[in-house]
């Protein structure tokens, strides 16, 4: 099991997962099993496989007395989540939230079941687990981001369902009350696509022309040179 851990933290990964199997098939009642069951779900993360990551985290998660669950967890959790299974990350993060006392994970597990709402338009129990986010978590660094990423994803979900009108009064709302978070950005790009997709092709242009100079370290560079170009042509 060590041997195979340390080959894990010097990013050896192939020769980790043949120790830390070796390990599981010798010593299947053994004190380091939950463990190596993580870090075999950590190496198939790291090789994209996250199904794979899947039937290592689902043995450790059947026992709650596992030092192990909350992490193994919160794994299954996000993978759901970039899967865009919203149903089953929400049951997730809400049993993670209900067993986290740390605030630092709690307003994580916390906003990730409300992106979860989001996405599935249960937006009433949105709307009442966002005025008690606002008061548990007021005072935690980051607390402007997790609202700024609320309104986003509240934009692209009417974005999404071509309620054009809604979404542009959201990314309107990042823009202007959030411009320096993480989804300012992200919904400058996006108030762009909308009134492109509402064919008001100048609006769309001026929004999307000076994008690269108020955000010149943005990834979504490549996107806004497309986007204009089709506008162009």
Do not use: W
Request: proline share 3%; with cysteine; hydrophobic share 35%.
């Amino acid at each position: 099991f060590f041997n195979g851990k340390a080959r894990y933290h010097a990013v050896e990964l192939r020769e980790s997962r043949i120790k830390l199997l070796y390990y599981l098939y010798a010593a299947p009642e053994g004190k380091y099993y939950d463990e190596s069951l993580f870090l075999l779900a950590e190496i198939a993360l790291a090789e994209g496989d996250g199904e794979g990551a899947l039937l290592y985290l689902q043995p450790i998660v059947r026992s709650e007395s596992s030092p192990f669950f909350l992490q193994a967890t919160a794994k299954i959790a996000d993978i759901y989540l970039a899967r865009k299974e919203y149903d089953n990350a929400q049951v997730l993060y809400s049993k993670l939230v209900s067993k986290t006392a740390e605030s630092e994970l709690k307003i994580r597990f916390q906003s990730r079941e409300m992106i979860c709402l989001i996405n599935q338009g249960n937006l009433k129990v949105y709307d009442s687990k966002l005025s008690l986010f606002q008061k548990e978590f007021k005072k935690q660094p980051g607390f402007d981001n997790y609202l700024a990423e609320f309104e986003f994803e509240l934009g692209k979900y009417a974005y999404l369902n071509k309620n054009y009108d809604v979404a542009i009064k959201r990314f309107e709302s990042v823009i202007q009350k959030y411009r320096k978070t993480d989804y300012a950005d992200d919904a400058e790009y996006y108030l762009g696509l909308s009134y492109t997709t509402l064919n008001k092709v100048e609006k769309a242009m001026d929004i999307l022309s000076g994008f690269t100079e108020k955000y010149p370290g943005s990834p979504l560079k490549a996107n806004i040179y497309i986007t204009l170009g089709g506008l162009y042509y």
